[in-house]
């Protein structure tokens, strides 16, 4: 068991402390990873974003994803019989409306800059812990494309056939824990309060006035 996110973003920090003073960029995926993210950052001497991107649930249950979209527009899908038995107007609606919700939190949490650019840096994608791994895994594709030095996720559980689909997509992986009994993130953490938009847009703003990658 993990205490909280901010034990999980410390016990992170120093299995990545190889990268302290290489000015890494910190990845955070909203909400939950974003107070790890600044830890990350504070910690290994880096800047600090949040990579977007939303996760395609099914119309009947919405908890279960299809697949994922990034900020550009792309989708990711990872259950291909399920997303191809959708009508086109459902699957179109269900894309356009994850979209608007990424315009909007991009709008709001770094209102007055463009995100980061991951090009030839060490990118280190942090999350508090991956279920299917549907949004992880299109927010890795969608950085690779933009040619990072060397992409690295750090997470705090999965469980271990996820794993092994995200091993693939990185340069680097580490998870603290990868349990074959999971069923949910929150499982495996004592305290595993909600983090609101408030708290990750202060954290962003915190951030904005020191980067240095840019």
């Not at 290994?44 to 908890?63: I, M, Q, T």
């Not at 086109?88 to 919700?101: C, D, Q, V």
């Not at 693939?168 to 074959?180: I, M, Q, R």
Request: charged residues 25%.
């Amino acid at each position: 068991m993990l205490k909280d996110r901010d034990e999980a973003a410390r016990l992170l920090a120093s299995r990545l402390k190889a990268w302290k003073g290489k000015h890494p960029l910190i990845l955070a995926i909203p909400r939950g990873a974003v107070p790890m993210g600044a830890i990350l950052a504070d910690t290994l001497e880096g800047d600090l974003d949040v990579v977007l991107v939303r996760k395609l649930g099914a119309p009947d249950n919405p908890e279960y994803a299809l697949g994922a979209i990034d900020e550009s527009g792309t989708v990711h899908i990872t259950d291909q019989y399920a997303w191809d038995s959708l009508s086109p107007e459902t699957s179109k609606a269900l894309i356009e409306r994850e979209l608007a919700t990424l315009g909007k939190r991009r709008a709001s949490y770094t209102p007055v800059r463009p995100p980061l650019d991951p090009k030839d840096r060490v990118v280190i994608v942090v999350d508090d812990g991956v279920a299917t791994g549907a949004t992880v895994m299109a927010a890795l594709t969608a950085i690779r494309r933009r040619h990072p030095a060397r992409l690295i996720l750090a997470i705090g559980v999965a469980p271990p056939h996820t794993l092994e689909r995200l091993r693939s997509l990185v340069d680097e992986l580490v998870c603290l824990e990868a349990p074959s009994d999971f069923w949910a993130v929150g499982q495996f953490y004592l305290s595993f309060d909600q983090v609101e938009d408030e708290e990750v847009e202060a954290i962003l703003q915190r951030f904005a006035g020191k980067t240095k990658g840019q």
